[in-house]
């Protein structure tokens, strides 16, 4: 019979412990037993203490009394992945970090978001960003470049977002799945104006079959064959031309318009996350991450990106500096509306 955990010579010297905790997992063992079928130093004081406290990131431990005795309930799979990948990427750790301190904030709750308010919540951009995008930006002689940076700038980072939140949910640090958000338009009865409501729509409803059966048959009519479809390992989204893009914008509002009764306009795709259910994942992230310079150091390397790019070749150095000042430092020092007011 094939042994499970075997050990072998390529294992890291924590895969190597996991593999030995499975073997003696359900069996009370005495402090030195337990040491010895683990292949670690015996220990004493507070030395003892904390080599205890390093196994727990491992396993669940129990301590039985009179006689002490440890009991290995369960070995967490995916601890080495959590614990010890991160040491390979830096950036993977500031995304982890920055998203358990927001659940640290908000008692864990689930996260509704679109990338564009992914990239805000990461603090990859500013509130200045958003306007870049607005008519009045377009019309500005001095600040109209912004608007031919803007979706390089947006897809460059989404691009690199969505790779770590990926990567995140494939080492079960969160669970991340598909959702969507509806909007409607509401008339004031005060002032007359129109605004624009959201309806974040709970997995699993009846409108979120239906949201999904809108995006099915829009992809369906107006993209390429097998788009959204996962293809080695890789969500196949190949690049189409801005005419086939807003045409299946448009099919979105006519397909929403039509499935919810003119109630709503249109739906776009949102992320939702979730830590994970795990509670000793969510304990330890909460524990490692509280007080990570995160928020910072994912700034810096996105306004990095963007110095960096080839794919802004219109643009010289001096407009993307003042881009990322205005529209991506964490505080910046003036509100681009503003500026473009005076212009």
Request: hydrophobic content about 35%.
């Amino acid at each position: 019979m094939k042994e499970l955990w075997p050990i072998e010579a390529n294992m890291t010297e924590e895969q190597q412990l996991m593999a030995k905790m499975k073997k003696v997992e359900g069996q009370e063992l005495k402090y030195p037993a337990l040491c010895s079928a683990l292949g670690i130093t015996k220990k004493g004081g507070k030395s003892k203490i904390l080599q205890i406290e390093n196994l727990n990131q491992y396993c669940k431990l129990e301590v039985l009394q009179n006689p002490t005795r440890y009991v290995i309930l369960d070995v967490y799979e995916e601890a080495d992945a959590i614990i010890n990948e991160l040491k390979k990427d830096s950036y993977q750790a500031a995304f982890e970090a920055a998203l358990y301190q927001i659940f640290l904030k908000t008692n864990c709750e689930t996260i509704y978001a679109s990338t564009s308010n992914l990239l805000t919540l990461f603090k990859e951009v500013n509130h200045n960003f958003n306007y870049t995008y607005s008519q009045e930006l377009v019309m500005s002689d001095r600040y109209r470049y912004m608007s031919t940076m803007n979706d390089v700038v947006f897809e460059i980072l989404s691009q690199w977002t969505r790779r770590k939140l990926e990567r995140m949910h494939a080492r079960h640090v969160i669970l991340l799945s598909r959702g969507y958000r509806l909007y409607k338009k509401i008339k004031s009865s005060i002032n007359g104006k129109e605004y624009v409501s959201t309806y974040d729509v709970p997995i699993d409803s009846e409108d979120y079959k239906t949201c999904m059966t809108i995006y099915a048959d829009a992809i369906r009519n107006i993209l390429p064959n097998n788009w959204g479809e996962v293809v080695n390992d890789k969500i196949f989204r190949p690049y189409v031309q801005k005419e086939t893009w807003d045409a299946f914008q448009n099919e979105l509002e006519r397909l929403t318009l039509s499935e919810f009764n003119g109630e709503y306009f249109t739906v776009k795709e949102i992320y939702v996350i979730k830590p994970s259910q795990k509670d000793w994942v969510a304990k330890r992230l909460l524990e490692l991450y509280q007080d990570y310079p995160s928020f910072e150091k994912i700034n810096q390397e996105a306004c990095s990106k963007i110095i960096k790019t080839s794919q802004l070749p219109h643009v010289n150095g001096e407009q993307k500096r003042e881009f990322i000042s205005i529209n991506m430092l964490i505080n910046p020092s003036v509100s681009l509306k503003e500026l473009v007011e005076n212009d």
